[in-house]
């Protein structure tokens, strides 16, 4: 374990061969990478650099979300020597060309979606790595040592002079080494629910991300499962989905869950029982514990076993609420300059309350006023600012951390709050009032501002205290226009209008901050639901309805005066569930009319369960073997016997070997049977067919007064729907985000999707027009759509006739087309609509 640096730790990746190291969603597919293709394609990626002339020292910035490319470019860069400057996902283009003028950058790794912001350095779009060969090219060795540097961290700020954190080889190999020691003791144990499965929620920006992703895994030849989605409901699926063993996440997360499960426990037992149940487990073991609440394991997963936690302070009433749950809670301290870790949780003996014990090598002490000050090989050495380094440890090399803390006798250490003015959010980002104040003063109705830390479980999040020209001002709308020159993660959410002429001040003018805090949290009260509600809101219609937010207000219809589509309104939902981690129903969310109806629905959110069912068992076997079995016993002979079609164009299908989604016109009911009878047979045995939701469901839960045997008879239906013609439901109105994503997974176990985007039946023999979730569909799968068409079968059904004379029915099929991920939906539906009227 004795390295020099994270090129020797990185060389470790190859022994792990075929084992699946990072697994990422792209739309509605997933994308999973072994440790070997990670290896070979951080070596291309090196070799890239080589070829650009980009050595030992140079600098890059690295600026997009969590996936397996950014880590191949991470470690492409260590092989080289190349020292990466890592931009948070959401950054503002702004601070993030600041930042490369600040230290030179020499190239711009982004994901496609930041490729149109103009930043004046040479750019390389982060899934073209995707594409890179498997074969392993060969990367001339860089001498590299402990104290070189690997990155240099920009905190989250955006001021005009941006300040980073230098962390060397030293530093995470310093962090790195004790935690191995530990992890290595349990090897042994590992074997028995290998592998161990880490479902990583933080941003790879951030060290204490890259700890839980690209640094401890793999030392376990663990999978790291990045997710894009804070939904907890989506969540929730995918630990389930992918068999998670640890969830690895931030306060705000572990608090959402906890609001997730307590209103679906409540819609099956009352509170009295729920608090029963708490109570009853606190004195019970933890094999009790799990037995209690089996229904909630049996929920995320028998695999799935514990929290890491960290990036802000965590409540302990949450962190209480899940040990007694059975699920232990690990949570970590530390700060960029500490090179994220002083101190850690023991996963089997966790301090409850404590955020863990001093990891080895490191010293910590705290100063006469509580302050937290730390030493060792952890510690940062310099920060970047100015375009020069400058120290970061003060007196004989200690860190003074700027929080405050306690120490117990045996040695578990507490936070007790920050000395800093930073805010830091439940979500674990630091947020500067400097930057905050300089958006608001821009504002011409502004006067005077002050940007607070609304005190919320341990942590805080922004409030803009105004002093205004004009008292009339509105002051929501100043913040708003302010947030536009902010990033996500600082925008503000609450205001108050300062109702005096002046702030209380000191001698020299300043603002009495203090003051100013108190009098403002006592009349605010705490955050109110509709300032926080309005600004997203707000936002996310502008963005979606391509509006300005001053155009709307608590009355704007959304289908009369933003004419929004029900697709458009499944993404203004999935904007809002994002930004407030909170799942909003469906159904009710389809039904309002106004803004102010979906105001009310953010403040109560309610749990909806499932309307429809995507059955996995339909795509394994056995029965797959009785689907193709019955195809050809059953299906096929029905074809001859009501007319045996021409198939016109299957030589366009030549080369593809799918899968790939087929979409045809729909002409009656019998349409799947001739177009599985028109594709080739390695895409017919693998084809699962989209129908409309609300008649599968209506099969599968008929109404009461359908009689006995009606009801049986449905039900055989609806189960032989689904097992032999590999049916899934896709919904008219609500639904389509679960039932796109269970096309995906299908797509992603071999098969071929098949739509009919006229979404019902054809009356006059005419194409009726496509809806624009085949559109959404066709770019999220990112596979060759396939155009097909059915004729003369109308005809046949107008006449009343039961069968045609074969060749009578034709089924056309054209050349497979395919959209890039920029395309709009609702072109690609037209698009789509006019080849298949054109074959």
């Known amino acids: 374990m004795n390295?020099?640096?994270?090129?020797?730790?990185?060389?470790?990746?190859?022994?792990?061969?075929?084992?699946?190291?990072?697994?990422?969603r792209r739309g509605y597919r997933t994308e999973r990478w072994t440790y070997k293709e990670l290896y070979c394609r951080a070596a291309a990626f090196a070799q890239e650099l080589e070829t650009r002339g980009l050595g030992k020292g140079r600098r890059i910035l690295l600026w997009g979300e969590n996936?397996?490319?950014?880590?191949?470019?991470?470690?492409?860069?260590?092989?080289?020597?190349?020292?990466v400057v890592p931009m948070d996902d959401g950054a503002h283009a702004d601070f993030v060309e600041r930042v490369a003028r600040e230290v030179d950058a020499r190239l711009v790794v982004c994901s496609r979606k930041h490729a149109s912001h103009s930043i004046a350095v040479e750019g390389f779009i982060l899934e073209d790595l995707g594409k890179a060969s498997d074969s392993r090219p060969?990367?001339?060795?860089?001498?590299?040592?402990?104290?070189?540097?690997?990155?240099?961290?920009?905190?989250?700020?955006t001021t005009a002079e941006p300040k980073g954190v230098v962390i060397t080889h030293g530093n995470v190999l310093a962090n790195l080494a004790p935690l191995e020691s530990e992890i290595r003791k349990y090897l042994k144990y590992e074997r028995l629910v290998h592998p161990i499965r880490f479902l990583n929620l933080l941003p790879l920006s951030h060290v204490f991300g890259q700890f839980l992703a690209l640094y401890l895994p793999p030392i376990m030849a663990g999978t790291v499962v990045f997710h894009d989605s804070l939904h907890p409901s989506d969540v929730i699926r995918t630990i389930r989905r992918e068999r998670i063993s640890v969830l690895v996440t931030v306060p705000r997360m572990l608090e959402s869950l906890k609001e997730r499960i307590e209103s679906e426990f409540a819609n099956v037992h009352t509170a009295d029982d729920w608090t029963a149940k708490l109570a009853a487990a606190e004195t019970k073991h933890y094999l009790l514990r799990w037995w209690i609440f089996r229904r909630i394991h049996r929920k995320l997963g028998w695999k799935f076993w514990a929290f890491i936690c960290g990036g802000a302070a965590l409540d302990l009433e949450t962190e209480e609420f899940w040990r007694l749950l059975g699920f232990p809670v690990v949570?970590?301290?530390?700060l960029t300059e500490t090179t994220s870790l002083i101190s850690v949780n023991h996963p089997f003996r966790v301090g409850r309350g404590s955020i863990g014990k001093i990891i080895a090598g490191r010293e910590v002490k705290l100063a006469e006023d509580g302050e937290i000050l730390v030493r060792g090989g952890g510690v940062a050495s310099d920060r970047w600012e100015a375009g020069d380094t400058t120290p970061i440890s003060e007196d004989e090399g200690w860190y003074h951390t700027g929080d405050v803390g306690l120490l117990d006798p045996d040695g578990n250490l507490f936070f007790k709050g920050r000395k800093k003015d930073t805010i830091v959010t439940p979500a674990g980002m630091n947020i500067f009032p400097a930057d905050l104040e300089a958006a608001l003063r821009a504002q011409p109705e502004v006067r005077d501002c002050v940007a607070i830390?609304?005190?919320?479980?341990?942590?805080?999040?922004?409030?803009?205290?105004?002093?205004?020209?004009?008292?009339?001002?509105?002051?929501?709308?100043?913040?708003?226009?302010?947030n536009q020159s902010l990033s996500e993660y600082q925008r503000m959410r609450a205001w108050y209008v300062w109702p005096d002429k002046d702030f209380p001040r000191t001698s020299t003018q300043k603002p009495r901050r203090q003051v100013i805090?108190?009098?403002?949290?006592?009349?605010?009260?705490?955050?109110?639901?509709?300032?926080?509600?309005?600004?997203?809101?707000?936002?996310?219609?502008?963005?979606?309805?391509?509006?300005?937010?001053a155009d709307v207000s608590s009355e704007t219809a959304l289908s009369e005066d933003l004419q929004l589509s029900s697709l458009d309104r499944v993404a203004l939902m999935s904007a809002l569930e994002e930004r407030y981690q909170v799942d909003l129903s469906e159904t009710s969310f389809a039904s309002a009319s106004t803004l102010g109806e979906i105001g009310k629905l953010l403040q109560n959110p309610a749990i909806e369960t499932n309307r429809y069912h995507y059955p996995r068992w339909t795509l394994r076997w056995p029965v797959t073997w009785i689907r193709i079995i019955?195809?050809?016993?059953?299906v096929r002979p029905a074809i001859v016997l009501m007319g045996w079609p021409t198939i016109l164009g299957r030589n366009n299908l030549a080369n593809v070997r799918g899968p790939v989604l087929v979409v045809s016109n729909h002409i009656d009911h019998v349409d799947v049977g001739f177009i599985q009878t028109a594709l080739p047979a390695r895409l017919r045995h693998h084809l699962a067919t989209a129908t409309g939701g609300e008649t599968l469901e209506a099969l599968r839960n008929p109404s009461n007064d359908r009689g006995i045997w009606r009801e049986l008879l449905d039900r055989a239906e609806w189960a032989l729907g689904i097992a032999l013609l590999n049916l899934f439901p896709l919904p008219r109105e609500t639904g389509?985000?679960?039932?796109?994503?269970?096309?995906?997974?299908?797509?992603?176990?071999?098969?071929?999707?098949?739509?009919?985007?006229e979404g019902r039946h054809t009356t006059n023999g005419k194409i009726n027009p496509f809806r624009t979730g085949v559109g959404l569909l066709a770019r999220n799968l990112d596979i060759p759509v396939v155009p097909m068409r059915i004729d003369g079968l109308f005809e046949i059904k107008k006449s009343g006739k039961k069968f045609a004379r074969p060749g009578q029915v034709q089924v056309r099929i054209g050349l497979p087309v395919r959209y890039t991920r920029d395309a709009k939906p609702e072109e690609i539906a037209a698009g789509l609509e006019r080849l298949v009227a054109g074959l």
Request: proline content about 3%; some cysteine; charged content about 20%.
């Open 517 to 549: 805090q108190e009098i403002a949290e006592a009349r605010l009260g705490g955050l109110r639901r509709d300032q926080r509600a309005s600004e997203p809101l707000l936002q996310a219609i502008a963005k979606i309805a391509g509006r300005d937010n």
């Open 3 to 24: 390295r020099a640096s994270l090129a020797q730790f990185f060389e470790d990746f190859l022994e792990r061969g075929d084992e699946v190291a990072y697994v990422h």
């Open 138 to 157: 060969k990367v001339d060795p860089v001498s590299l040592g402990s104290n070189d540097p690997l990155q240099i961290i920009f905190t989250s700020g």
């Open 453 to 482: 830390a609304i005190a919320r479980g341990g942590n805080a999040e922004p409030c803009a205290i105004l002093l205004l020209r004009n008292q009339t001002a509105d002051g929501g709308a100043i913040v708003q226009r302010a």
């Open 67 to 83: 996936c397996a490319e950014w880590v191949a470019v991470f470690f492409g860069c260590v092989l080289r020597g190349v020292v």
């Open 331 to 334: 949570q970590g301290y530390g």
């Open 630 to 634: 019955a195809y050809y016993l059953l």
């Open 736 to 757: 389509f985000r679960q039932s796109f994503g269970y096309a995906g997974r299908a797509v992603d176990d071999g098969y071929s999707i098949l739509v009919f985007p």
